[in-house]
């Protein structure tokens, strides 16, 4: 038994010793090579920055309640859409309400997002964005129950919304987490190096050749001396009178940060974010802002995470069948005023808009006598075009 003990005791010894690890090196050289450590995704500046103009944008968005009529769908404003679009949580604005959703489905809650929902007599009172790390989920391939500070809801008790479906528990989402660690790895190294470089004592722009058997190159104090001696003078740009015997100066262009290519790679890398994220890529500070790619994102990237936002919202909060949710993504569109006055303006001429829907579009308060339709032809009433005297024959009345 004693041997058995002792052996126990020595294997032990050497699988700990097997684990570890040593490095030798200077505490620079640690820095460059292994940076400070682990760095989640939420510290990345680049994807935090991706990730905030998505939720600031969707944020922005002006939220609508429509119902399903025989003309088509309408806008309802009652206190169920003011509740939605203007004031959905007492503690915050609608903006932020969004962003906090948003951010959570992102890049906090690694693809899950949940919002506690509250009623009084049937009637929607309040919402709460819960923060990610407050929540968990628990249950197997098709069952499961969302966890808040260890109290279990069930799925239609809160809002639970998903981005990227986990590949085997479908309900819940996994994020971007792996596409995008790679990338952050290196964004986050190259700023290491970049820091590193940047603090190094070994870039001098100057370098002076001394006799070494000068008696006070010896020591530290000697070396400074000669320094204040020859080197140093009163003025800017003073010259120095040096012994030619004993020095001989060479001037030299130390290693910059283009000469290792960081810019180019960090350029790549946050290309490399603006793809996975599906944000363009000036908003990264990688090339010029561009009206059609900031359109081309509202309506791709911004519409998929706002279809996803309106559906859940739809089937948690309103019960008529007959009406849903809508984000109104053209509140978010770059359209510059030259373009909505010539869009605008043509659908008024052809009796489609009123004069006061076009100048709500502009900014412009409403006004008397504009809320009719209207056509081109000295701009009459739509229901009186036919009236017209050029479309009366010879001898036909108006009547």
């Not at 370098?207 to 070396?223: A, C, H, L, N, Y």
């Not at 309103?318 to 006055?341: E, G, H, R």
């Amino acid at each position: 038994m004693k041997m058995s003990k002792k052996n126990n005791v020595i294997q032990r010894a050497l699988r700990k010793a097997r684990r570890s690890a040593v490095l030798i090196g200077s505490a620079e050289a640690y820095d460059i090579l292994c940076g400070d450590g682990y760095t989640s995704l939420d510290q990345n500046p680049e994807i935090v920055a991706a990730c905030r103009k998505i939720a600031e944008v969707v944020g922005a968005m002006t939220i609508h309640v429509m119902e399903n009529t025989e003309r088509g769908d309408e806008r309802v404003i009652n206190e169920l859409s003011r509740k939605i679009d203007i004031n959905p949580c007492s503690t915050m604005t609608r903006q932020t309400f969004i962003e906090a959703i948003v951010m959570n489905l992102l890049l906090y809650g690694k693809g899950n997002s949940v919002v506690k929902v509250y009623t009084e007599d049937g009637y929607l009172s309040d919402m709460e964005p819960v923060a990610a790390n407050r929540v968990s989920y628990q249950g197997d391939y098709t069952r499961y129950h969302v966890m808040i500070d260890g109290i279990p809801y069930a799925p239609d008790e809160v809002m639970h919304f998903v981005y990227n479906p986990d590949k085997t528990y479908l309900y819940k989402g996994q994020g971007v987490t792996a596409q995008l660690k790679d990338v952050a790895d290196n964004l986050r190294q190259a700023q290491i190096t970049t820091n590193a470089f940047m603090k190094s004592k070994y870039k001098p722009s100057l370098i002076v050749k001394v006799d070494g058997m000068t008696e006070e190159f010896s020591s530290p104090k000697g070396r400074q001396k000669l320094i204040n001696e020859y080197m140093n003078s009163g003025e800017a740009g003073a010259p120095w009178l040096i012994p030619a015997e004993q020095f001989e100066i060479e001037q030299i262009k130390p290693l910059s940060l283009s000469d290792l290519a960081i810019s180019d790679n960090v350029k790549l890398d946050k290309q490399s974010v603006a793809a996975i994220l599906g944000v363009p890529a000036f908003v990264l500070g990688v090339g010029a802002y561009k009206q059609d790619e900031w359109n081309y994102f509202v309506k791709t990237k911004i519409k998929t995470i706002v279809t996803g936002l309106q559906q859940e919202m739809t089937r948690k909060l309103i019960y008529s069948p007959n009406m849903y949710i809508k984000f109104n993504a053209m509140s978010v569109m770059d359209w510059d005023l030259t373009t909505i006055a010539s869009v605008f303006g043509s659908l008024s001429d052809r009796g489609f808009v009123t004069g006061n829907e076009v100048r709500d579009k502009i900014g412009m308060s409403p006004r008397e006598g504009l809320d009719e339709l209207r056509v081109l032809e000295n701009y009459i009433p739509w229901d009186m075009a036919a009236a017209q005297k050029k479309l009366v024959q010879k001898g036909e009345s108006n009547g």
